[in-house]
């Protein structure tokens, strides 16, 4: 199976929250990232937390992570159309070196 | 400041060809790396540059792609004898030291079409 999984696809309503989530098998991951992807661009970085924290908020972003299930999760509050974009969920380990191992990416559409 | 910058932005090749990607990656930069997204694939690691230390050449998928890094800066992914399956956009990013805590700065790739 995949390094990180990833859902492809997720659909919300301008103004609600969303939630991407994601899951990893390696238990040593140090650090987990967000990165975001828009059309004809390359990734940005969103925002990561490393492995001994269970939340980091920035701004409209929350990050949690649960360490036990391997899942990491990004809540967008307040989803506005500019968030449409692809999100990556990445993961570092001791054992790879630390290069970042990236899922498919979730494309998040945000409708009106 | 200037992000990675990638050249081409496009490349349409012949199958059998040779292709030379340049990323040139934000100045003081010490690491790069380069990745390949294919079409509803996430990120394939490539290849990892780190200062003058050898490179992490772990990714390659095959003996027809390398790459190079002159003077820590510049870098050169070279694939000989383009296949059909070699169509991706490739990826170049750097850090200001090794991964880890370092975020990567993605430039905005090199779409190759190999027809």
């Known amino acids: 199976g995949e390094d990180v999984e990833q859902s492809l696809f997720l659909s919300v309503r301008e103004g609600d929250s969303s939630v991407i989530n994601c899951t990893y098998t390696?238990?040593?991951?140090?650090?987990l990232y967000w990165y975001k992807q828009e059309p004809g661009a390359g990734l940005q970085l969103l925002t990561y937390i490393f492995s001994n924290m269970d939340m980091k908020q920035d701004q409209r972003l929350t990050v949690l992570l649960n360490k036990k299930d391997k899942h990491l999760s990004l809540r967008i509050a307040d989803t506005q159309t500019g968030d449409s974009a692809i999100y990556f969920c990445?993961?570092?380990?001791?054992?790879?070196?630390?290069?970042?191992?990236f899922g498919r990416g979730t494309s998040l559409i945000v409708h009106p | 400041g200037a992000g990675v910058s990638q050249s081409p932005s496009n490349k349409v090749t012949e199958k059998g060809k040779d292709v030379e990607l340049r990323c040139d990656p934000i100045?003081?930069?010490?690491?790069l790396y380069w990745y390949r997204q294919s079409l509803g694939q996430g990120l394939e690691f490539l290849i990892y540059f780190q200062g003058n230390s050898a490179p992490d050449k772990s990714g390659l998928p095959s003996d027809r792609f390398s790459a190079e890094r002159t003077g820590g800066s510049v870098s050169t992914l070279t694939i000989q004898r383009t296949q059909q399956e070699d169509s991706a956009v490739y990826l170049c990013?750097?850090?200001?030291?090794?991964?880890?805590?370092?975020?990567?700065?993605f430039g905005n790739g090199t779409r190759l079409t190999v027809t």
């Open positions: 990445a993961e570092s380990t001791t054992g790879g070196s630390y290069i970042p191992t």
């Open positions: 990013a750097s850090s200001p030291v090794g991964p880890g805590n370092s975020p990567l700065h």
């Open positions: 100045s003081g930069h010490t690491a």
């Open positions: 390696d238990s040593s991951s140090t650090y």
